[in-house]
């Protein structure tokens, strides 16, 4: 009767029978749904407001009483079951009502209408149009007994995430699961292998051990008796576990994992969770790893650097960097008083310390920054100009490769330039800090007031975005059109206001080419108009003028100057040199964002060439789907671009593998970790330049932190308080939930999601320093920020009412 009462419905009907503990209920059939719309007049173009309000048959009042009868009239849930739900290849998870906690009559005949008219909503729609589905869906409505959990959830008998078949996925919070699956509460996870292991533990503890193994064993009868995984919901109540709800688990891999080698070279290797979170596509390292490498051996050289460069390197599928000691020698290092005489004696140190003194007296960092400001930044925005330009569509193959070789040649070359101008931040950081601590007795987080406002770069997308939603609250039609974001919402702008369309596009032509992670394979902003669309969107109808902020952040860095020379009065030598520190700075600090947008630039437009040659591929059948590309290496991308021939196997080969990798995360170290080693006896230039790298590696490295009663402790990294809502996001994919006036609590961002900035209240990350890249953008935005709490995303919960306090560097949990 699938047909007449839905997949869920006849789902759970079967699983009934079969002897599956499932609450009793009753079912309103399609034809009941249909007998409605057409007593009622109703067109698929209805809005849910009218079927509310539309009245109920009298056979449908009939049917609903005795069913009810049946029930004893306890408290049900009203829940849909449409035919095209809980399907192998749409779940329609979440698009539709349920209903809970119903008592009598007329609370049952209101829900019920309530459920038929979330077939007429937007995102029911915008889902349809996605899946190809029909405008109006055949929906049946399943009523069912109210199960009062104590305890409810979701299990996956095969991980969703990672497509691992052999383990068993359980969310589970307190109370009823509806918080859990509508995305308002963030759960207590366990993953059930052949160990039982709790992932994300709460404050709390939902389940017990037993209890986890329990719904672990009732999601592995069900997939045996569907033959196939499945997603299923439950509760326990009164120590009763109770079926919900089970169906197909969708968008699962076809590929199963493929095992890599784990091979760790000689040396300390750690992996840097705060440029690098996530295991690289196949495509990115090939690029990357390479470029870095180089790069950082070049500019260390460059300055003297006691060390000689950096080293990044794929371990077991996962980026683990190594400082490469002087001669890359990996023995401890020697005595502090032998120093000094092997600076002498030992031509390579003698040679790096020659080269240090050069550098300083002679100021390179200097030098580099004009290189950068006066030549390199107008020659790489006149270049990403011209080959954003380019109609990738018209190209050849040959002039593809060409196009994309360039990208990348480009993309090389703003490496080496992006750690060439990382000494010149780090002595001007430095310098400020070490003068603010050592000779006004600051401490080092109030220094950073003295860099407020500095880096425009990082807050320009955001800034303009608000702008631009300020420019939208001013024309009522775009505010309507902008109710409901779909793919069709820019045709509808074209029509009702083209000079705001031309407006939103030269927004996107500015700041698009903007990709949130390291790598290629995520969609950059140029690719995601409706999420800008609905940022833009937030600002129309909550956002306040820019030019305030950055206003107030100008005021709080002239303010700290101020005082600092209030300090340094009567001494004109100390404050002739905290003048040109200053100056200094100004042109230092805000080099490192700007560079870092350039990047990101280039690396969108790799990302849009190696689509182009994955649609090429595919549309050979040479490559099954065009993302697929970034599963290749680049020499094979060049060699097909030559030679082109079938490269699935590959492709599918490194898709496997990628599952395995997701699924066993690496050790935060491998090889003998030592402590920092003391650079107090080095020659003057060199232990400068060591003392300031030494400091900036230890504000970019995660500290231990605990809770503290009622809160968490991390880094104060931007000053101010604020109360919000907490909005837990771990991957660019959940931007979407964003909304103004949130939290942001999240494992660590990049440069790039400065535009989510504007419509933050306060930020929150696991990871991160002084001086990593959401600090630097939360004081652009002048944002209270807390940094390396260690664990906030796991201890924290959506919609929680936090207060963020990034003075003292506290999270305090209000409700």
Same mark, same amino acid.
């Given at each position: 009767?699938?047909? +007449?009462?839905?997949?869920?419905?006849?789902?759970? +009907?079967?699983?009934?029978?079969?002897?599956?503990?499932?609450?009793?209920?009753?079912?309103? %059939?399609?034809?009941?749904?249909?007998?409605?719309?057409?007593?009622?007049?109703?067109?698929?173009?209805? &809005?849910?407001?009218?079927?509310?309000?539309?009245?109920?048959?009298?056979?449908?009042?009939?049917?609903?009483?005795?069913?009810?009868?049946?029930?004893?009239?306890?408290? &049900?849930?009203? @829940?849909?079951?449409?035919?095209?739900?809980?399907?192998?290849?749409?779940?329609?998870?979440?698009?539709?009502?349920?209903?809970?906690?119903?008592?009598?009559?007329?609370?049952?005949?209101?829900?019920?209408?309530?459920?038929?008219?979330? #077939?007429?909503?937007?995102?029911?729609?915008?889902?349809?149009?996605?899946?190809?589905?029909?405008?109006?869906?055949?929906?049946?409505?399943?009523?069912?007994?109210?199960?009062?959990?104590?305890?409810?959830?979701? #299990?996956?008998?095969?991980?969703?995430?990672?497509?691992?078949?052999?383990? *068993?996925?359980?969310?589970?919070?307190?109370?009823?699961?509806?918080?859990?699956?509508?995305?308002?509460?963030?759960?207590?996870?366990?993953?059930?292998?052949?160990?039982?292991?709790?992932?994300?533990?709460?404050?709390?503890?939902?389940?017990?051990?037993?209890?986890?193994?329990?719904?672990?064993?009732?999601?592995?009868?069900?997939?045996?008796?569907?033959?196939?995984?499945?997603?299923?919901?439950?509760?326990?109540?009164?120590?009763?576990?109770?079926?919900?709800? #089970?169906?197909?688990?969708?968008?699962?891999?076809?590929?199963?994992?493929?095992?890599?080698?784990?091979?760790?070279?000689?040396?300390?290797?750690?992996?840097? =969770?705060?440029?690098?979170?996530?295991?690289?596509?196949?495509?990115?390292?090939?690029?990357?790893?390479?470029?870095?490498?180089?790069?950082?051996?070049?500019?260390?050289?460059?300055?003297?650097?006691?060390?000689?460069?950096?080293?990044?390197?794929?371990?077991?599928?996962?980026?683990?960097?190594?400082?490469?000691?002087?001669?890359?020698?990996?023995?401890?290092?020697?005595?502090?008083?032998?120093?000094?005489?092997?600076?002498?004696?030992?031509?390579?140190?003698?040679?790096?310390?020659? @080269?240090?003194?050069?550098?300083?007296?002679?100021?390179?960092?200097?030098?580099?920054?004009?290189?950068?400001?006066?030549?390199?930044?107008?020659?790489?925005?006149?270049?990403?100009?011209?080959?954003?330009?380019?109609?990738?569509? &018209?190209?050849?193959?040959? #002039?593809?490769?060409?196009?994309?070789?360039?990208?990348?040649?480009?993309?090389?070359?703003?490496? *080496?330039?992006?750690?060439?101008?990382?000494?010149?931040? =780090?002595?001007? &950081?430095?310098?400020?800090?070490?003068?603010? !601590?050592?000779?006004?007795?600051?401490?080092?987080?109030?220094? =950073?007031?003295?860099?407020?406002?500095?880096?425009?770069?990082?807050?320009?997308?955001?800034?303009?975005?608000?702008?631009?939603?300020?420019?939208?609250?001013?024309?009522? +039609?775009?505010?309507?059109?902008?109710?409901?974001?779909?793919?069709?919402?820019?045709?509808?702008?074209?029509?009702?206001?083209?000079?705001?369309?031309?407006?939103?596009?030269?927004?996107?032509?500015?700041?698009?080419?903007?990709?949130?992670?390291?790598?290629?394979?995520?969609?950059?902003?140029?690719?995601?108009?409706?999420?800008?669309? /609905?940022?833009?969107?937030? /600002?129309?109808?909550?956002?306040?003028?820019?030019?305030?902020?950055?206003? +107030?952040?100008?005021?709080? @860095?002239?303010?700290?100057?101020?005082?600092?020379?209030?300090?340094?009065?009567?001494?004109?030598?100390?404050?002739?040199?905290?003048?040109?520190?200053?100056?200094?700075?100004?042109?230092?600090?805000?080099?490192?964002?700007?560079?870092?947008?350039?990047?990101?630039?280039?690396?969108?437009?790799?990302?849009?060439?190696?689509?182009?040659?994955?649609? !090429?591929?595919?549309?050979?059948?040479?490559?099954?789907?065009?993302?697929?590309?970034?599963?290749?290496?680049?020499?094979?991308?060049?060699?097909?671009?030559?030679?082109?021939?079938?490269?699935?196997?590959?492709?599918?080969?490194?898709?496997?593998?990628?599952?395995?990798?997701?699924?066993?995360?690496?050790?935060? %170290?491998?090889?003998?970790?030592?402590?920092?080693?003391?650079?107090?006896?080095?020659?003057?230039?060199?232990?400068?330049?060591?003392?300031?790298?030494?400091?900036?590696?230890?504000?970019?490295?995660?500290?231990?932190?605990?809770?503290?009663?009622?809160?968490?402790?991390?880094?104060?990294?931007?000053?101010?308080?604020?109360?919000?809502?907490?909005?837990?996001?771990?991957?660019?994919?959940?931007?979407?939930?964003?909304?103004?006036?949130?939290?942001?609590?999240?494992?660590?961002?990049?440069?790039?999601?400065?535009?989510?900035?504007?419509?933050?209240?306060?930020?929150?990350?696991?990871?991160?320093?002084?001086?990593?890249?959401?600090?630097?953008?939360?004081?652009?935005?002048?944002?209270?920020?807390?940094?390396?709490?260690?664990?906030?995303?796991?201890?924290?919960?959506?919609?929680?009412?936090?207060?963020?306090?990034?003075?003292?560097?506290?999270?305090?949990?209000?409700?």
């Amino acid at each position: 009767m699938r047909d +007449a009462v839905g997949s869920k419905a006849a789902n759970l +009907a079967q699983l009934k029978a079969a002897g599956f503990l499932v609450p009793d209920g009753f079912v309103l %059939t399609t034809e009941a749904f249909t007998l409605f719309l057409e007593s009622n007049r109703i067109d698929p173009n209805a &809005v849910p407001e009218q079927i509310e309000q539309a009245s109920l048959p009298s056979e449908i009042v009939a049917a609903l009483r005795q069913g009810l009868k049946e029930l004893k009239d306890v408290k &049900v849930a009203v @829940r849909s079951s449409a035919i095209a739900e809980d399907l192998a290849d749409s779940s329609y998870a979440g698009q539709y009502e349920s209903i809970l906690n119903i008592s009598g009559q007329e609370a049952l005949q209101h829900a019920v209408r309530k459920c038929w008219a979330s #077939a007429f909503s937007e995102r029911v729609k915008s889902y349809e149009k996605k899946y190809d589905q029909k405008s109006l869906p055949e929906m049946a409505v399943l009523i069912q007994s109210m199960v009062a959990a104590d305890v409810a959830g979701v #299990a996956f008998t095969a991980n969703p995430t990672i497509g691992i078949r052999n383990e *068993v996925v359980i969310n589970a919070v307190s109370g009823l699961g509806e918080c859990l699956v509508s995305g308002e509460a963030t759960p207590e996870q366990w993953v059930i292998s052949k160990n039982v292991q709790l992932v994300n533990p709460r404050s709390n503890k939902v389940l017990t051990e037993s209890q986890a193994q329990e719904v672990a064993g009732l999601a592995q009868l069900v997939e045996k008796y569907y033959e196939t995984p499945q997603d299923i919901e439950w509760a326990i109540a009164k120590d009763q576990l109770y079926l919900l709800q #089970a169906r197909p688990v969708t968008g699962l891999s076809e590929e199963e994992p493929i095992p890599v080698p784990v091979e760790v070279s000689d040396g300390a290797w750690f992996r840097d =969770m705060i440029h690098f979170p996530r295991p690289f596509s196949p495509l990115f390292a090939s690029i990357y790893l390479p470029a870095y490498n180089k790069a950082t051996r070049t500019a260390f050289q460059e300055f003297g650097i006691l060390i000689d460069g950096v080293e990044l390197r794929i371990i077991g599928g996962w980026p683990y960097i190594r400082i490469i000691p002087p001669m890359d020698k990996t023995d401890p290092p020697p005595p502090n008083w032998l120093l000094p005489v092997l600076m002498r004696v030992v031509p390579p140190l003698h040679k790096k310390m020659q @080269r240090a003194r050069e550098a300083l007296r002679s100021d390179l960092a200097g030098s580099l920054l004009d290189d950068w400001w006066q030549t390199w930044r107008p020659e790489f925005e006149a270049k990403i100009t011209q080959k954003a330009a380019v109609d990738l569509s &018209v190209l050849d193959d040959m #002039a593809l490769a060409r196009h994309f070789n360039e990208l990348v040649s480009l993309f090389e070359r703003m490496e *080496v330039i992006h750690f060439r101008l990382f000494p010149p931040h =780090m002595l001007a &950081v430095t310098d400020a800090v070490f003068f603010c !601590r050592d000779v006004l007795g600051w401490e080092e987080s109030e220094s =950073m007031a003295l860099f407020a406002g500095l880096s425009k770069t990082s807050s320009a997308p955001g800034d303009a975005l608000a702008e631009l939603g300020l420019q939208a609250r001013e024309r009522p +039609a775009v505010m309507q059109a902008l109710k409901t974001i779909d793919e069709n919402t820019l045709e509808q702008l074209e029509e009702i206001d083209p000079e705001f369309l031309a407006a939103f596009n030269s927004y996107q032509n500015k700041y698009g080419l903007r990709i949130p992670i390291y790598d290629l394979d995520h969609p950059c902003d140029l690719e995601q108009p409706q999420l800008m669309l /609905h940022w833009l969107r937030d /600002h129309g109808q909550n956002g306040s003028p820019p030019d305030g902020k950055n206003a +107030a952040l100008e005021k709080q @860095r002239e303010e700290k100057e101020s005082q600092a020379h209030s300090r340094l009065s009567g001494l004109p030598q100390q404050a002739e040199r905290f003048t040109t520190i200053l100056e200094r700075l100004e042109k230092a600090y805000p080099a490192r964002e700007d560079n870092e947008f350039f990047s990101f630039n280039i690396m969108s437009l790799m990302r849009l060439s190696s689509l182009e040659i994955g649609r !090429r591929m595919a549309a050979r059948s040479h490559l099954k789907d065009s993302g697929d590309i970034f599963y290749l290496e680049i020499d094979e991308v060049r060699q097909w671009l030559r030679q082109p021939a079938d490269i699935r196997g590959t492709a599918s080969r490194r898709l496997g593998e990628r599952l395995w990798i997701d699924a066993n995360p690496g050790p935060q %170290t491998y090889g003998p970790q030592a402590p920092p080693p003391d650079v107090s006896s080095l020659p003057a230039e060199m232990c400068h330049i060591m003392t300031g790298l030494l400091w900036i590696i230890k504000n970019d490295v995660e500290p231990k932190i605990e809770l503290h009663e009622g809160g968490i402790r991390g880094v104060g990294a931007s000053p101010g308080r604020f109360t919000g809502l907490v909005r837990i996001i771990h991957s660019p994919e959940e931007f979407h939930k964003v909304q103004k006036g949130d939290v942001l609590v999240c494992p660590m961002t990049t440069a790039s999601w400065s535009t989510l900035f504007a419509s933050l209240g306060a930020l929150v990350t696991d990871s991160g320093g002084l001086l990593s890249h959401p600090a630097i953008i939360a004081r652009e935005f002048g944002i209270p920020a807390v940094l390396a709490t260690g664990n906030a995303t796991a201890k924290l919960c959506d919609g929680q009412l936090v207060t963020v306090n990034g003075s003292a560097g506290t999270v305090e949990i209000v409700e």
